[in-house]
């Protein structure tokens, strides 16, 4: 084959027998983990606090998920009335607990979409696979900036401590988009939370901003824009919308803040404010940040497709550019967010219009993705499993979007279940099923350990029939007239709801039994007897290059790129990989 | 070539020019790493002004909400002072430049002066928005719910909290962005004290520069937009 010339010409110069300790052992003690600068042990870090925070939104949505249950509305007064006063419950007092049952739901419900967007899917994908895979597949030391990198993750631990705090000091119920004139006049904690949101947009930044430049500045000689692998393309596309949205988002939040302590009447109507305006304000930041959530996964998405099917991946350049261009149009779709909070109907029809534009870009990629498949030598690893379930899944998600942006439909559904089943299809079908799957792929890399095949096998099998069972009835539910955000329902709906309760639990089981798993090959009594194999998947991006896990300064030399990153050695038909 | 620092560090890439003292091992060159910070500091800029965006946005939308108000409103802010500030500014961000170009050829003794001169008018410029801030405070002109102006015998006419909201809203993070500037202005001025700079190595004194030229440049349109209505 040609690619396997010079490629590897720095490994090769220094041979395999020889090994240095991994970035994992390189430095030991605490504080080299707390204080660290290198990419690889703050993308870990990342992944274990957004790992954790899932969990945290994970058990505040079994927990409404099973208020949901019944339409009585009895689970949520049980819980409280069972709970310590200290744990914010009622300490057996039952009247009160009924009293506070319905804002409690609201409560659950704002911390699981607060939690999960704010600290969970918008840092998930590029504070851990990001920062972890970005200067290992350029070819380059570390990030531009390693001392803004690890100021962007305290900055993300300072963010989350004031979450952390708004759970502690009442809670929060306005929901996670903070619409007034709600968030400025409820009584519960709002204004740690929008301190918390405007920290964690810092962070965000900071993180864009580093990575923008590094992917501009330290690519290895002969690292050829279109030499890089598709995962660098959509971190670019993402850390663009993170460094032009997020601004939006830090104003509007302060604006927030001072409207709140001080009614300035910008928001307030009492004041002589607009609260439409505060939608568009806050739009504009969180329909891009809905592609900050998603294109990471979709870089995830193109390796894994790619490398599992053992061929070239088809369209780089469509599927590279396509990510801009979503990049680019997510910046002018926000207003299909207010085609029910007045707006003109000339700006609704061009934010429909518009709206649709996002279905090419995307459609591109599902397409090349598809194409890829199409006589590959699949294999069907565990990332690949997910990487068909994600293409599974996100389609239903990015098709029902069509539908909530056509003007007279999204009437009809706006505010329904079948908003939350197509975000959620997009969100957790798209983006954490993309993250679990990269989390698979690469986890040899990261941690030098591998997992129980037959066990990641069975629960990727669990989390799908989970997901798709919790929120596939969602869409008939909202096409029937379910109003999200309720705590009751009519009884015709129970049978549905049950279903979909039961879905969670299942989806839930699913993914804890990742983590388990996952965990328990971290023990030091499960560390491989031989040191891993150098490339886990037979990859031909440069991560797979260097040493598993990877030393400190990740290359022996500087390693030098003379073909692009999808030019797989040739197919050996018994599925082991070549090793020439 | 500068002779105010100490001998380079030892990671020395093959091939790459005489490294400086503050060359970072994870760069090739040292000219990779200046592009990098200069790279970097543009996009934060970047951030920077849709930050303010959105301010003007606000703005923009109270004037077309309440234009009699905003104009009767802005007539209560001294234009005087906004235009000493102006000027302040502006001389600032010349002296800013000319410390610069001493980084560029080396004349420690210039950038150390510059940067005097410079953080000396941004503490005029916060001087000047001390007075004006507690005229506005002793005539009740404050935002929102503690705007008090009539009871001290101002009336204007429709909602002018919302003016003075924005007002301070804007001319507030400005004044913090120019106190931040204040401190990086000092932090660069200790290191050129210490000799860092010189022409191999002076991207710390541009970077603050670009940051302080942004600052300048908001104000330019803060003080017509809010003192020069009409």
Same mark, same amino acid.
């Given at each position: 084959?040609?690619?396997?010339?010079?490629?590897?010409?720095?490994?090769?110069?220094?041979?395999?027998?020889?090994?240095?300790?991994?970035?994992?052992?390189?430095?030991?003690?605490?504080?080299?983990?707390?204080?660290?600068?290198?990419?690889?042990?703050?993308?870990?870090?990342?992944?274990?606090?957004?790992?954790?925070?899932?969990?945290?939104?994970?058990?505040?949505?079994?927990?409404?998920?099973?208020?949901?249950?019944?339409?009585?509305?009895?689970?949520?007064?049980?819980?409280?009335?069972?709970?310590?006063?200290?744990?914010?419950?009622?300490?057996?007092?039952?009247?009160?607990?009924?009293?506070?049952?319905?804002?409690?739901?609201?409560?659950?419900?704002?911390?699981?979409?607060?939690?999960?967007?704010?600290?969970?899917?918008?840092?998930?994908?590029?504070?851990?696979?990001?920062?972890?895979?970005?200067?290992?597949?350029?070819?380059?030391?570390?990030?531009?900036?390693?001392?803004?990198?690890?100021?962007?993750?305290?900055?993300?631990?300072?963010?989350?401590?004031?979450?952390?705090?708004?759970?502690?000091?009442?809670?929060?119920?306005?929901?996670?988009?903070?619409?007034?004139?709600?968030?400025?006049?409820?009584?519960?904690?709002?204004?740690?939370?929008?301190?918390?949101?405007?920290?964690?947009?810092?962070?965000?930044?900071?993180?864009?901003?580093?990575?923008?430049?590094?992917?501009?500045?330290?690519?290895?000689?002969?690292?050829?824009?279109?030499?890089?692998?598709?995962?660098?393309?959509?971190?670019?596309?993402?850390?663009?919308?993170?460094?032009?949205?997020?601004?939006?988002?830090?104003i509007?939040?302060l604006?927030?803040?001072v409207?709140?302590?001080l009614?300035i009447?910008?928001?307030?109507?009492?004041?002589?404010?607009?609260?439409?305006?505060?939608?568009?304000?806050?739009?504009?930041?969180?329909?891009?940040?809905?592609?900050?959530?998603?294109?990471?996964?979709?870089?995830?998405?193109?390796?894994?497709?790619?490398?599992?099917?053992?061929?070239?991946?088809?369209?780089?350049?469509?599927?590279?550019?396509?990510?801009?261009?979503?990049?680019?149009?997510?910046?002018?779709?926000?207003?299909?967010?207010?085609?029910?909070?007045?707006?003109?109907?000339?700006?609704?029809?061009?934010?429909?219009?518009?709206?649709?534009?996002?279905?090419?870009?995307?459609?591109?990629?599902?397409?090349?993705?598809?194409?890829?498949?199409?006589?590959?030598?699949?294999?069907?690893?565990?990332?690949?499993?997910?990487?068909?379930?994600?293409?599974?899944?996100? /389609?239903?998600? =990015?098709?029902?979007?069509? %539908? @909530? &942006?056509? +003007?007279?439909?999204?009437?009809? *559904?706006?505010?329904?279940?079948?908003?939350?089943?197509?975000?959620?299809?997009?969100?957790?079908?798209?983006?954490?099923?993309?993250?679990?799957?990269?989390?698979?792929?690469?986890?040899?890399?990261?941690?030098?350990?591998?997992?129980?095949?037959?066990?990641?096998?069975?629960?990727?099998?669990?989390?799908?029939?989970?997901?798709?069972?919790?929120?596939?009835?969602?869409?008939?539910?909202?096409?029937?007239?379910?109003?999200?955000?309720?705590?009751?329902?009519?009884?015709?709906?129970?049978?549905?709801?049950?279903? /979909?309760?039961? =879905?969670?639990?299942?989806? %839930? @089981? &699913?993914? +804890?039994?990742?983590?388990?798993? *996952?965990?328990?090959?971290?023990?030091?009594?499960?560390?491989?007897?031989?040191?891993?194999?150098?490339?886990?998947?037979?990859?031909?991006?440069?991560?797979?290059?260097?040493?598993?896990?990877?030393?400190?300064?990740?290359?022996?030399?500087?390693?030098?790129?003379?073909?692009?990153?999808?030019?797989?050695?040739?197919?050996?038909?018994?599925?082991?990989?070549?090793?020439? | 070539?500068?002779?105010?620092?100490?001998?380079?560090?030892?990671?020395?890439?093959?091939?790459?020019?005489?490294?400086?003292?503050?060359?970072?091992?994870?760069?090739?060159?040292?000219?990779?790493?200046?592009?990098?910070?200069?790279?970097?500091?543009?996009?934060?800029l970047?951030?920077e002004i849709?930050m303010f965006?959105?301010l003007f946005?606000?703005y923009?939308?109270?004037?077309?909400?309440?234009?009699?108000?905003?104009?009767?409103a802005h007539e209560h802010l001294n234009k005087t002072a906004g235009g000493i500030n102006t000027v302040v500014l502006i001389t600032s961000s010349v002296t800013m430049a000319l410390a610069v170009?001493a980084?560029?050829?080396?004349?420690?003794p210039a950038i150390k002066r510059n940067l005097l001169l410079t953080i000396m008018f941004a503490g005029v410029f916060m001087v000047v928005k001390y007075f004006e801030y507690t005229a506005k405070f002793e005539h009740g002109m404050l935002p929102g719910?503690y705007y008090t102006a009539?009871?001290h015998?101002y009336?204007i006419?429709?909602?002018p909290h919302?003016f003075f909201a924005v007002y301070f809203c804007m001319t507030g993070l400005h004044g913090i962005h120019v106190l931040v500037g204040i401190g990086v202005l000092t932090w660069v001025y200790i290191r050129a004290s210490?000799?860092?700079?010189?022409?191999?190595?002076?991207?710390p004194v541009?970077n603050v520069g670009l940051y302080w030229h942004l600052v300048d440049l908001i104000w330019i349109f803060l003080f017509p937009l809010l003192y020069l209505v009409?």
């Amino acid at each position: 084959m040609a690619d396997d010339k010079s490629k590897h010409d720095a490994e090769h110069a220094e041979g395999h027998g020889k090994r240095e300790p991994s970035y994992l052992v390189a430095q030991r003690g605490l504080k080299s983990w707390l204080f660290t600068i290198d990419h690889k042990r703050l993308g870990l870090m990342y992944l274990g606090s957004t790992l954790l925070f899932f969990f945290v939104g994970g058990v505040a949505a079994i927990l409404f998920r099973t208020e949901l249950l019944t339409p009585a509305g009895d689970f949520i007064p049980w819980l409280l009335s069972h709970l310590p006063t200290a744990l914010g419950g009622t300490g057996g007092d039952v009247e009160a607990a009924v009293a506070q049952s319905a804002t409690t739901y609201n409560k659950l419900f704002t911390v699981h979409g607060a939690v999960m967007v704010f600290l969970v899917i918008i840092p998930a994908v590029p504070g851990s696979l990001g920062n972890f895979l970005l200067p290992l597949m350029l070819g380059a030391k570390d990030v531009a900036f390693p001392r803004l990198n690890l100021l962007s993750f305290w900055v993300y631990t300072l963010g989350a401590c004031f979450f952390l705090y708004t759970l502690f000091a009442g809670g929060l119920d306005t929901g996670w988009t903070f619409y007034t004139p709600y968030s400025s006049t409820t009584g519960t904690a709002v204004v740690s939370a929008l301190f918390g949101a405007f920290i964690l947009g810092f962070s965000s930044i900071l993180t864009g901003l580093n990575f923008m430049v590094t992917i501009h500045k330290m690519r290895a000689p002969g690292m050829t824009w279109n030499r890089m692998p598709l995962f660098c393309w959509s971190i670019y596309a993402t850390a663009v919308i993170q460094v032009l949205a997020t601004p939006v988002l830090a104003i509007t939040l302060l604006l927030l803040v001072v409207e709140r302590t001080l009614n300035i009447g910008i928001f307030d109507p009492a004041m002589g404010g607009d609260p439409v305006l505060f939608q568009h304000f806050f739009w504009f930041y969180s329909h891009p940040a809905v592609y900050i959530m998603i294109l990471p996964g979709f870089g995830i998405i193109s390796e894994l497709v790619a490398v599992h099917s053992r061929k070239h991946i088809f369209g780089y350049k469509a599927i590279a550019l396509s990510s801009v261009a979503i990049a680019i149009i997510s910046f002018i779709v926000w207003g299909h967010h207010m085609f029910v909070s007045g707006q003109s109907e000339l700006a609704a029809i061009v934010f429909s219009f518009l709206t649709f534009a996002v279905a090419v870009p995307t459609a591109i990629k599902v397409f090349s993705w598809v194409a890829t498949l199409y006589k590959g030598s699949i294999q069907f690893n565990t990332p690949m499993l997910y990487a068909l379930m994600f293409l599974f899944t996100f /389609s239903i998600g =990015g098709l029902t979007g069509v %539908f @909530l &942006g056509t +003007l007279s439909v999204d009437v009809h *559904l706006h505010d329904t279940y079948f908003v939350v089943a197509h975000f959620h299809y997009v969100m957790m079908g798209g983006t954490i099923i993309a993250f679990i799957g990269g989390l698979h792929h690469w986890w040899p890399k990261m941690t030098g350990r591998t997992y129980s095949v037959w066990q990641s096998k069975w629960a990727a099998l669990l989390v799908f029939i989970g997901f798709n069972m919790t929120f596939f009835n969602q869409f008939v539910l909202g096409q029937q007239g379910m109003p999200r955000r309720y705590y009751t329902y009519v009884p015709q709906f129970q049978q549905q709801h049950m279903m /979909s309760t039961i =879905g969670s639990y299942i989806l %839930f @089981l &699913g993914l +804890l039994w990742i983590a388990i798993y *996952l965990l328990a090959s971290l023990r030091r009594s499960a560390a491989p007897k031989e040191p891993l194999p150098d490339n886990t998947w037979g990859g031909a991006s440069l991560e797979w290059s260097t040493q598993t896990p990877p030393i400190e300064h990740n290359f022996h030399g500087q390693p030098r790129v003379d073909t692009d990153p999808y030019n797989f050695p040739q197919i050996d038909r018994t599925g082991e990989v070549d090793h020439h | 070539m500068s002779t105010d620092h100490e001998s380079p560090k030892a990671h020395r890439p093959e091939g790459a020019h005489e490294p400086h003292a503050f060359f970072a091992h994870h760069f090739n060159t040292p000219d990779q790493q200046a592009g990098a910070a200069k790279l970097g500091m543009w996009v934060f800029l970047s951030t920077e002004i849709l930050m303010f965006s959105g301010l003007f946005l606000a703005y923009f939308i109270v004037r077309m909400f309440y234009p009699d108000m905003v104009l009767a409103a802005h007539e209560h802010l001294n234009k005087t002072a906004g235009g000493i500030n102006t000027v302040v500014l502006i001389t600032s961000s010349v002296t800013m430049a000319l410390a610069v170009r001493a980084a560029q050829v080396g004349n420690t003794p210039a950038i150390k002066r510059n940067l005097l001169l410079t953080i000396m008018f941004a503490g005029v410029f916060m001087v000047v928005k001390y007075f004006e801030y507690t005229a506005k405070f002793e005539h009740g002109m404050l935002p929102g719910k503690y705007y008090t102006a009539f009871e001290h015998g101002y009336y204007i006419p429709g909602n002018p909290h919302i003016f003075f909201a924005v007002y301070f809203c804007m001319t507030g993070l400005h004044g913090i962005h120019v106190l931040v500037g204040i401190g990086v202005l000092t932090w660069v001025y200790i290191r050129a004290s210490k000799g860092h700079f010189g022409p191999n190595y002076y991207t710390p004194v541009e970077n603050v520069g670009l940051y302080w030229h942004l600052v300048d440049l908001i104000w330019i349109f803060l003080f017509p937009l809010l003192y020069l209505v009409r």
